[in-house]
C-alpha cells in the first residue's frame, strides 16, 4: 500500500514506519519534524515536514495515498487543561480539515489513534470495555473522543472507512525523546541524567502499559479490518506508579529517587482496559509482559 503517518517523527510513529517498511510498503511522513527521519529511514518515499494547519502542504502529502494513519496530537493529558481552546483548535479543528480533503480526494481510509487513558474518565467497573461510559476529565481526551465522533460521522454521511484504536499507556525504547508523556519514559529519561522522579499523589495511581511493539502489530491488525472499532490496545493488567518503581529498581539493582508531589485533580485514580474486543476482531494479542517490556526499554536506553 501507499501510506501516509501523519505524526510519523513521534514515538509509535516511528516505529510504525520502521514495521510497514519492513513488510514492503510504501510509506510517506508528514510531521513538523519529519526531517529527522530521512537520514534514518532513507527508504521512505517522501517526509512532508509542516504544521498540522498547514493544508495545502497535507494536500500535497496525500496525493497517491491508500491509507492514512493519524497519530499527530499537539498536546498530552498533562498540559491539555492549561489551553483547552488550543487543544481545540490544534487538534479537532484540524483533523476535521483533514476529513475534508480526504472527501475532495480519492483518500478513503484512514487509521486514527485515539486514547484509552483518557476517553473514558472515573470508570464504573474495571476493566473497562468499549461500551462504557466516556467522561473524560481532561481537555485531551475530550478532543480524542470528539474526533472520534467526527470519523463515525464521516464513515457514515460520505462513506470513508474508518477504524478507531485506543491504546492506553504505550511505552518502549525512544520515547524518552522529549520526555513529556509517558510514566516509564520519563522514568528512564531521569533515571539516565541522575535525577529524582516525580510522581504526582502517593504513586497509588494505577494504569494499563502496553509495549510500542504490541501497539504497533495492533496498527498493522487494523489495515485489514473494515471494522471500526473503537478497539481498547491494551496489556489488560494493571500497574501501580509504585510498583513500575520497584520493577525498575530491581532490574538496574540500585535505589531510585522519587519525589511525591501533590496529587493532580485530572488524575483518575485507576485505569485498566479490557482488550477481548481487538483480540476478537483484529486477531490481535499483546505479547509482552510489563517485566520483559521494562528489561528491554531500560537495555536499550541505559
Request: aromatic share 8%; glycine share 8%.
Amino acid at each position: 500500500m501507499n501510506i501516509l503517518v501523519m505524526g510519523g517523527a513521534g514515538f509509535i510513529g516511528s516505529v510504525l514506519i520502521r514495521r510497514l517498511l519492513q513488510d514492503g510498503h510504501r510509506v510517506s511522513v508528514f510531521d513538523r519534524d519529519a526531517r529527522v527521519l530521512i537520514n534514518q529511514m532513507p527508504e521512505l518515499a517522501s517526509a512532508t515536514q509542516a504544521d498540522f494547519s498547514d493544508v495545502m502542504s497535507l494536500a500535497e502529502a496525500m496525493t497517491g495515498v491508500d491509507l492514512i494513519f493519524h497519530l499527530i496530537s499537539t498536546s498530552v493529558p498533562s498540559t491539555s487543561n492549561k489551553n483547552p481552546v488550543h487543544d481545540v483548535e490544534s487538534n479537532l479543528v484540524n483533523t476535521v480539515k483533514l476529513l475534508e480533503l480526504m472527501r475532495a480526494t480519492d483518500v478513503k481510509r484512514i487509521i486514527y489513534l485515539s486514547s484509552g487513558g483518557t476517553v473514558y474518565g472515573n470508570p464504573v467497573s474495571l476493566p473497562i470495555n468499549e461500551c462504557h461510559s466516556t467522561n473524560p476529565t481532561c481537555s485531551y481526551g475530550i478532543v480524542k473522543l470528539a474526533i472520534e465522533k467526527y470519523l463515525q460521522m464521516y464513515a457514515e454521511l460520505y462513506q470513508l472507512d474508518v477504524t478507531i484504536l485506543r491504546p492506553s499507556n504505550p511505552y518502549g525504547p525512544g520515547q524518552t525523546r522529549k520526555g513529556v508523556q509517558g510514566f516509564i519514559g520519563t522514568c528512564v529519561d531521569k533515571i539516565n541524567s541522575g535525577q529524582a522522579i516525580t510522581i504526582w499523589g502517593d504513586g497509588s495511581v494505577v494504569r494499563d502499559y502496553v509495549y510500542i511493539d504490541d501497539v504497533v502489530s495492533a496498527c498493522v491488525k487494523a489495515m485489514y479490518t473494515s471494522q471500526r472499532g473503537p478497539f481498547n490496545i491494551s496489556s489488560g493488567v494493571g500497574y501501580s506508579l509504585n510498583q513500575l518503581v520497584e520493577m525498575m529498581e530491581k532490574f538496574l539493582d540500585k535505589k531510585i529517587e522519587v519525589i511525591y508531589q501533590e496529587k493532580r485533580n485530572f488524575d483518575v485514580p485507576e485505569v485498566v482496559l479490557d482488550n477481548q474486543l481487538a483480540r476478537a476482531t483484529l486477531g490481535w494479542t499483546p505479547k509482552t509482559t510489563i517485566e520483559n517490556g521494562l528489561k528491554l526499554t531500560l537495555s536499550n536506553q541505559a
